[in-house]
């Protein structure tokens, strides 16, 4: 059931930051909309939606469960993963279910919808269209790489992404629900794989631009490996104004946290280093925090820390 009192935020994302930012939102007092990519064609969900011609599930299976509120068992078993099984191994058990109800229903935003009841999700998950699309990657020397899944492991500098097919369209509810908004959220997540797949949807894109709403970008705390070598905070708001056609973020949130040099370490085998700082000369509010935590070994941001500074940002009612 949404809150029409109260204050009203649009989350942006996709991949593994996405989830973390909700379950640090989920605790407060919000309107929620949440608008996750379906750019997603590899594991799982790719094997989903080319076998059965429906959006790749996964993204929207992970916000489902970092907003539900049901019991913690009923959300492992969404989440769970099959490990053997012939035709089962790799499967979600979520990633499953999804694909039923959208035959069920006959529609994959109908499938959300009713899977957002029986999880009692606290907000609106709308994926940024209703309809697969597919993600390619124009690299520094004109090759392009398409699908989200291969874009990264190409291991080339990315110029630019783009969309096909060009003709998609948003959701109603989502254009809605960005003149709505009081507060914008972009990110965090993968820049060029996870954010950017959503604002390359034409209308999100121009809505958010056109918004009245603060945007505020979750700058990553680390780069990444074949997306964002060597990348600055100015780098990533920069790729990011670049493809909406100019500046339109008003704040951008950075970890100012100390890395451990054991887990700087771990990334470096990775090729990730910690993203430096440069926002100095950026004309957009910036806010610097400690917002660095750790899940087995692995960066996160800080998700209720995040949220404090978020709703330091909404304006008063």
Do not use: W
């Not at 100015?234 to 950075?254: C, K, N, R």
């Amino acid at each position: 059931m949404r809150n029409e009192q109260a204050a009203k935020l649009v989350v942006i994302g996709g991949g593994t930051g996405l989830p973390v930012l909700l379950r640090g939102l989920k605790q407060h007092e919000l309107d929620l909309t949440a608008i996750v990519t379906v750019a997603d064609d590899g594991g799982s969900s790719g094997r989903l939606r080319d076998e059965l011609h429906i959006p790749p599930p996964g993204d929207v299976r992970n916000v489902l469960a970092a907003l539900s509120d049901v019991e913690p068992l009923i959300v492992e078993l969404f989440q769970h993963r099959f490990q053997n099984g012939n035709g089962l191994s790799g499967h979600s058990l979520g990633n499953l279910i999804l694909a039923a109800l959208t035959s069920i229903t006959g529609d994959f935003v109908k499938a959300i919808r009713e899977m957002s009841k029986v999880l009692n999700v606290r907000g609106q998950v709308l994926p940024a269209a209703n309809k697969s699309v597919v993600l390619h990657a124009e690299m520094e020397d004109g090759s392009v790489v398409s699908g989200e899944s291969k874009i990264p492991s190409a291991g080339k500098k990315i110029k630019r992404v783009f969309l096909t097919p060009e003709d998609i369209e948003p959701l109603p509810e989502t254009v809605d629900a960005i003149r709505r908004a009081d507060l914008i959220v972009i990110g965090p997540g993968s820049l060029y794989t996870s954010i950017l797949p959503n604002l390359l949807v034409p209308k999100i894109g121009q809505e958010v631009c056109k918004a009245k709403a603060k945007k505020v970008y979750i700058c990553n705390i680390m780069t990444q490996a074949g997306e964002t070598p060597h990348y600055t905070v100015s780098d990533h708001v920069e790729a990011l104004h670049a493809h909406l056609g100019g500046p339109f973020l008003d704040v951008v949130i950075i970890n100012s946290g100390a890395i451990p040099e054991a887990i700087r370490r771990r990334y470096e085998a990775e090729r990730a280093e910690p993203v430096r700082d440069d926002s100095s000369g950026l004309s957009l509010q910036v806010i610097r925090d400690d917002i660095v935590t750790y899940e087995d070994g692995v960066i996160r941001h800080n998700t209720a820390k995040v949220a404090a500074l978020l709703l330091g940002l909404l304006p008063h009612r």
